[in-house]
């Protein structure tokens, strides 16, 4: 067995094997995603492991990023570690090349992040033992995941008040496409900054995060229209023409529809909307989300707490803000 700390060690074909191979992939766990965010050193700091067997075959990859914060005083209790996905795994992987695989994050990350977390996009409860065994606490989250491979059906299967309402918005003659525009990427930055201003309270990556993105190619930027005024949008990363994932949206519900019908146009059987919130607490995202006719999926997320003083205090930190 292999560890593999640094992006130069690992063999980027192999990476791309296990990617096509493997039945956790997702465009966060892919060479692109480390590019991506590589390429903005100002917003967050890139980290990846990979655990190789005996035959110098890739097993598992463990990739996400460190937040930055420009003020030395919030990054105090705001550090973190965030694992989008999950690890890459191998359907064969030994127990035990996943424990070493997150024993190298947690050695390497102590110092550097408050707490690791990994938000699951896949079903990761036969490895729970492994992760449980490394100090990583097991939390209950929601994913929902949107079949668009048969346009009736997808459509059949909308709230019929959603749809009622989807079908006034395009009689408005709202419309959408993708875009490049460096201008039309800010229009959408604009709106996104106003929404997590006004009512997320959450900090945002700025302006950059989302033109290298676009102009990178790793994904799409939707924007929607009203007689050619943009009203919102969304940031997807697509994997592999695969899934679509809701990265970042903002703007009217038909927004979602019109990722949906991106999907189905483009071939892409999945669109994952991504968070839908904790079981058993009311969560009115969640509610919005599945009215679009998607299944819940409890995927879970792990976190590893490295400071417990620090992570409780910024706990408390992001609760007076989002109450403001």
Known sequence: MRILTEYSQIDTAKWDDLLQKSPFSSWFQSKDAYLFYQSIPDCLTPFVFAVENGENCIKGILLGYITKDTNPLKQLF??????????LLAEDILEAELSELLKTAIDSLRHQAIYIETRNFHDYSRFRYVFEQAKFLYQPHYDIHIN??????????????????????????????????PDEIGEFYTLLSKLYAEKIHLPLFPQSFFQNFIQKDFGKLLIVKQDGQIKGGMLCPILN????????????????????????????????????????????????????????????RYLHINNHLR???????????QNK
């Open 148 to 181: 668009c491979s048969h346009k009736e059906l997808m459509i059949k299967n909308i709230n019929e008040s959603r749809k009622r309402q989807i079908r006034h918005l395009l009689d408005e003659h709202y419309t959408y496409t993708t875009t490049k525009n």
């Open 241 to 300: 023409g695969k899934i679509l994932y809701e990265w970042y949206v903002v703007g009217p519900q038909i927004v979602t529809y019109f990722a949906m019908d991106y999907a189905n146009l483009n071939n892409i059987p999945v669109f994952d909307l991504m968070g839908a919130g904790e079981p058993q607490k009311p969560y009115g995202v969640r509610d919005f989300k599945l009215t679009f006719g998607g299944e819940l999926k409890e995927y879970g």
């Open 311 to 321: 992570y409780n205090l910024g706990k408390l930190a992001v609760k007076i803000l």
């Open 78 to 87: 705001t550090k973190r570690a965030i694992i989008y996905s999950g690890p």
